[in-house]
Each structure stands twice: as structure tokens, then as C-alpha cells.
């Protein structure tokens, strides 16, 4: 069978492929003394709190699941507005949020929008493999250019204009970032946006991680900045909605018809049921318990991260926000007699049983030296795979 040019540029989602290796073994370890420790999937560990699941549940008995406007529902759209105005200070008017079946089809409606085929988006490296391929599927170049702890692992405004070309349209960024969980400070990122309107292009951010931000000098969100910034985000992660399939975006006023339009065509709307149950995620009862939970995702990383450098991992950034830690095992490779990052997560996962994160996925500067672990794991795990690697290292 042939398949079209475009699915071939879709490269393999490796952490997935790692997850598939991970999950065999943990089966034939599962009995034994040591059995798989996952730490390789950015996925919380916790699920939607009892009253989100309660709304999912009623709305099922209650007959609420036909299709929605494609735009989403009118109260969920004021919710997330007023989230904004509270979290963050900022006023998002309802009318400019679209609810989408995730991040994933927000990020997929936006490219489809703005990107023309042979359009270049400038991204760094490393990045989420799945927003280049959003690119890619909407005929586009994603450009990746390197970036390294200076930067935070992030593009900077010097960065976007030296690359800026004549096929460039704009830039796709992530702030907090997958997978190296750092933000990018608001001022750099408001000189990014100038240099990317003086070219007439356009700035999209991925905020999908936003609240589970841990610094007040990076927790603001791209929208305080222009009403021009396309900013994605989701349910998944700070509401801990992964298979839910729900996110949003909000995109300046021109365009909402546009993104209607599509939606329409594409995706008719976002799951009903998880809309309904998505209303709940907003009362003072759920906002405490997504509270809570940020308070111990920082508590992880803090407890994490640390022993990390004490096992010999290079951490040269302290991430921000999410839940990941991007960190240099060269010096451990040598340790375990492989040459790379790739062969020291099968290393580790074979040795000790745990699973983390090759860098390939990520892009190709330096990446072979990088591995991601995932700290959406309860603190007990942690330390037990601390404990684990202290013995494989000693």
C-alpha cells in the first residue's frame, strides 16, 4: 500500500515506543522484588477529582451528550475566562476560547489555520516531538533551532530574528516546556512577540503546563502580553484530565470564525461529556484539590531533582514548572558501558526496572546526551527509584 508523503514524515513517538518495551518487562517483573517503576510518561498520577467525575456521570443519566457548537460550551467558555481573570489577573473574554478534543486538536486547528505548505515555523531544540509533526501535517517546515541552558532551553528574541527567512511564518514555543520543564521569562518572551509582529508572522505558545507553574517570576501566561498570541491549552495536565480529550484555545477575534469553521468540518465538537464534566473543575471545592496537588508535583521536583545531581546526572536548569527533569547522564553512561542516552534508558530500565526517557524524541542537539524523567509519580516511587540507581551507580 502507498502512503501519502506527509504520514511518512511522522516519525515514530519513541517515548511511546520505550513505554511498549517498559510495559512487557514490567509483566515479567511484576511478581519480583523490584517491580517497573515508570517515570517515563508525562502523564499525573492522579485522576479528575470525585465531584468532575460525579458532573461526568450526570450527564450521562441526564441525556447531555449531543453534539455541542462547535465552539464549545457557552458556560465552560465563560469558566475558563474567568480562571484566567482570577489565576493570572488577565481579562480573556469567553467569546475568543474555543473548546477542543484536547491540546492536540487545538494545536492541529491552529496549524491548519495559519501554516501554508512550505511555510517555516521556528521551534527550539529540544521541543515536544508531536508539535513539529502538527507542522509537518499542515505542510510546514518546522525549524528547530538549538538552544541550550543560557537560554533555559528556549528561543530568544536574538534567536527568532537571526533565523527569521523569507518562508518563515512564525514560531511555536511552550512555556512551561516539554521536556525540560523550564518557562520562558515574560520579558523575553514579549520581545520575542516583537520581533515576530514586525515580520508580520505569527506567535503560537503552548501553555498546556501553565498551572502547574512553581515560580511567580514565570507563572504569567503569553496572554498578558498581546491579544495576537494564539496560546493552547488543555485539561490534561493541572486538571489531570489526560484521557479525557479536552483542551482549549484562544486566538484573536478575526480568527475565532476561521477555527469555527474547521472545527466544524473536523471535529464537529469536543467530547459533550467531558465538557459537562469540565464545569466542576471550577468550583472552590476542585480548585483546592488542583491546588493541593501543585503544592506536591513541587515538592517532587524538589525532593527529585537534587538527587539527581547527587547520583551524577547534570541538571543544568532547575525547571520551573511541569513535571519533568532534563538531565545530562553522560557521565553515567560510562557507568553502565553504553555510549548513549537512547542505550542508557534500556540500560536502566533492564538493570534497575526503571523507565524514563531517551532524548531522541526531542530533537537532535545534544540530545543523545539527555534523558527525561517524568516526576508525575507519588513521592514513594521517587524515592524508591532513587534508592535503586544509588545501588546500580555505586
Known amino acids: 500500500m502507498q502512503f501519502s508523503t506527509r504520514a511518512e514524515k511522522i516519525t515514530p513517538f519513541y517515548v511511546m515506543e520505550v513505554a511498549k518495551a517498559a510495559q512487557q518487562l514490567a509483566k515479567e517483573v511484576a511478581s519480583g522484588p523490584e517491580p517497573m517503576i515508570f517515570l517515563n510518561i508525562g502523564e499525573p498520577d492522579f485522576t479528575a477529582p470525585a ?11 441526564s441525556g447531555q ?5 462547535a465552539l464549545g460550551l457557552e458556560p465552560l467558555r465563560e469558566a475558563i475566562s474567568a480562571w484566567y481573570l482570577s489565576r493570572f489577573g488577565i481579562t480573556v473574554p469567553a467569546r475568543r476560547i474555543v473548546i477542543t478534543a484536547g491540546a492536540s486538536a487545538a494545536l492541529q486547528l491552529a496549524c491548519l489555520a495559519l501554516i501554508d505548505a512550505g511555510d517555516e515555523i521556528l521551534m527550539p531544540d529540544p521541543s515536544y516531538p508531536c508539535n513539529r509533526h502538527f ?12 538552544t541550550g541552558a543560557a537560554e533555559r532551553y528556549q528561543l530568544s528574541a536574538a534567536q527568532v530574528a537571526a533565523h527569521w527567512g523569507d518562508k518563515t511564518r512564525g514560531v511555536l514555543l511552550a512555556s512551561p516546556s516539554n521536556p525540560t520543564g523550564t518557562s520562558i521569562e515574560p520579558q523575553e518572551l514579549r520581545r520575542i512577540h516583537e520581533v515576530v509582529q514586525a515580520k508580520g508572522g505569527v506567535t503560537i505558545v503552548d501553555e498546556i503546563y501553565l498551572g502547574l507553574s512553581y515560580e511567580e517570576a514565570f507563572g504569567h501566561s503569553a496572554l498578558a502580553i498581546s491579544d495576537d498570541i494564539i496560546s493552547i491549552n488543555s485539561f490534561s495536565k493541572y486538571f489531570n484530565m ?12 478575526a480568527m475565532v470564525p476561521v477555527i469555527e469553521r474547521m472545527a466544524q468540518n473536523l471535529f464537529i465538537c469536543a467530547s459533550t461529556i467531558s465538557q459537562h464534566a469540565a464545569l466542576a473543575c471550577f468550583t472552590p471545592q476542585s480548585m483546592a484539590i488542583f491546588e493541593e496537588r501543585r503544592a506536591q508535583f513541587k515538592a517532587r521536583r524538589d525532593y527529585f531533582l537534587p538527587a539527581l545531581r547527587e547520583l551524577g546526572f547534570g541538571i543544568d536548569v532547575m525547571p520551573d514548572g511541569a513535571f519533568y527533569a532534563w538531565a545530562d547522564c553522560t557521565a553515567l553512561c560510562k ?15 533492564d538493570k534497575a526496572h526503571l ?4 532524548g531522541r524524541d526531542f530533537g537532535t542537539a545534544d540530545t543523545a546526551r539527555y534523558v527525561r ?14 534508592r535503586r540507581m544509588r545501588k546500580l551507580f555505586a
Open 51 to 61: 465531584q468532575v467525575q460525579a458532573a461526568a456521570q450526570h450527564s450521562i443519566a
Open 65 to 69: 451528550t449531543q453534539y455541542t457548537n
Open 135 to 146: 507542522v509537518s501535517a499542515a505542510e510546514g517546515v518546522a525549524k528547530l533551532i538549538p
Open 242 to 253: 489526560t484521557g479525557w480529550r479536552l483542551g482549549w484555545m484562544v486566538v484573536p477575534d
Open 335 to 349: 557507568k553502565l558501558g553504553v555510549d548513549n542516552s537512547w542505550d542508557f534508558a534500556y540500560a536502566l530500565m
Open 355 to 358: 523507565a524514563i526517557t531517551p
Open 373 to 386: 524523567f517524568s516526576t508525575a509519580n507519588s513521592m514513594q516511587q521517587l524515592q524508591e527509584a532513587v
